[in-house]
C-alpha cells in the first residue's frame, strides 16, 4: 500500500511559477513511475507528466512541455513539479500518481489533490 500526499498548491498571478510536492509513505517509492495530472471544473482529469524510476526520463502533456518540470528524490520519497510561466488555463486540481508500470495508463494509487489557481 501506497499513500500519496501533494502540498504546494496555491494561488499565484499569470507568469508565477509554483513547485508541487508529493510524499509517498513505504519503502517502495523506487518502484514507482510517478505521473502528476490534473483536473479543471467541469473537465476530465488530465495527464500532465511522469518521470521514470529512476529519475532518467520524463515526459510531458503538449500543453505543458517547457514550462513544467518533473523531478524526484528517491531517498526522500518525494516527486516534484516545478510550475513555471504559468496560466489561467492551468488552474486545476493537480494529482501525484503512482505506477508500476511505466505506462500511467491506470495508476494503482493516487493523492488527494492539491488546488492550483491562476488569476490572470
Known amino acids: 500500500q501506497v499513500q500519496l500526499v501533494e502540498s504546494g498548491g496555491g494561488l499565484v498571478q499569470a507568469g508565477g511559477s509554483l513547485r508541487l510536492s508529493c510524499v509517498a509513505s513505504?519503502?517502495?517509492?523506487?518502484?514507482?513511475?510517478m505521473g502528476w495530472f490534473r483536473q479543471a471544473p467541469g473537465k476530465e482529469r488530465e495527464f500532465v507528466g511522469r518521470?521514470?524510476?529512476?529519475?532518467?526520463?520524463?515526459d510531458y502533456a503538449d500543453s505543458v512541455k517547457g514550462r513544467f518540470t518533473i523531478s524526484r528524490d528517491n531517498a526522500k520519497n518525494t516527486v516534484y513539479l516545478q510550475m513555471n510561466s504559468l496560466k489561467p488555463e492551468d488552474t486545476a486540481v493537480y494529482y501525484c500518481?503512482?505506477?508500476?508500470?511505466?505506462?500511467?495508463?491506470?495508476?494503482?494509487?493516487w493523492g488527494q489533490g492539491t488546488q492550483v489557481t491562476v488569476s490572470s
Open positions: 500518481a503512482a505506477d508500476l508500470s511505466s505506462t500511467m495508463t491506470s495508476p494503482e494509487y
Open positions: 513505504g519503502r517502495t517509492f523506487r518502484m514507482y513511475t
Open positions: 518521470i521514470t524510476r529512476g529519475g532518467g526520463s520524463t
